[in-house]
């Protein structure tokens, strides 16, 4: 069945640090693929998304491409701040969403 | 335009009861999906509902039920309560027709079994 495999944390980074969350997924076909971002005490957000080969998802600052010869959808953000302290999932959607177990990432001041 | 919303927000129930959740889908959005998301996992997918009738199912016994009404909100019900019930269900709302279907979640409502 289809699944995803996201990197392991906790990931703990300084503000203004580089930021990556590794994703591969395994499926049959070409889903939609999403990554979503839980603050503490809440539900998830969407954070960002992209249906095809190639196409990139943005949005505060995250960006992820959807990379077909690799079957990965990283997470990346160039300057983190406090506020970005959360736990983040990578799913994709065969109607359901499948999610990664998600990866918790703390931002230092 | 209000989003997903659930209720309660909390709930505190004993082993062997039974307990209705309840969510609102975001304007425009026919169809809501269930997940359960246990202390430090990914969500996991109970059920799905469009029309009114429940279209696609996950890993979760019988004791997991739902409905959908008219006006596309839903509930989950959960029978014969285990300890191992307890956690964050999370509902979400997606528009079927939608080119690319994206599911919106609520702020999810946590059970505890005690």
């Known amino acids: 069945g289809n699944s995803v495999t996201q990197m392991e944390g906790p990931v703990t980074l300084s503000e203004e640090a580089f930021l990556t969350i590794n994703c591969t997924y395994t499926?049959?076909?070409?889903?939609?693929l999403f990554w979503y971002v839980q603050y503490p005490g809440e539900g998830l957000q969407l954070l960002l998304k992209?249906?095809?080969?190639?196409d990139k998802g943005s949005n505060k600052g995250f960006e992820a491409t959807y990379r077909k010869e690799t079957t990965s959808f990283h997470l990346e953000k160039g300057s983190v701040q406090v506020s970005d302290s959360a736990v983040y999932f990578c799913?994709?959607?065969?109607?359901?969403?499948?999610f990664g177990a998600g990866t918790t990432v703390t931002v230092r001041a | 335009d209000a989003g997903v919303t659930q209720s309660p927000t909390h709930l505190i129930k004993t082993r062997g009861q039974q307990v209705t959740l309840r969510c609102s889908p975001k304007?425009?959005?026919?169809?809501v999906s269930w997940y359960q998301q246990a202390l430090g996992q990914g969500p996991q997918f109970i059920f799905q509902?469009?029309?009114?009738?429940?279209?696609q199912r996950g890993n979760f016994p019988d004791r997991f039920s739902g409905h959908q009404f008219p006006n596309y909100s839903s509930e989950l019900n959960v029978n014969a309560l285990l300890l191992g019930d307890s956690a964050l269900y999370l509902c979400?709302?997606?528009?079927?027709?939608?080119?690319?279907?994206?599911?919106?979640f609520g702020p999810g409502t946590r059970l505890l079994v005690l």
């Open positions: 979400a709302s997606s528009a079927r027709t939608a080119l690319v279907e994206t599911q919106y």
């Open positions: 509902y469009y029309e009114e009738e429940e279209r």
């Open positions: 992209a249906t095809k080969a190639d």
């Open positions: 499926a049959t076909g070409y889903p939609s």
């Open positions: 304007s425009g959005h026919d169809t």
């Open positions: 799913a994709l959607n065969d109607y359901k969403l499948s």
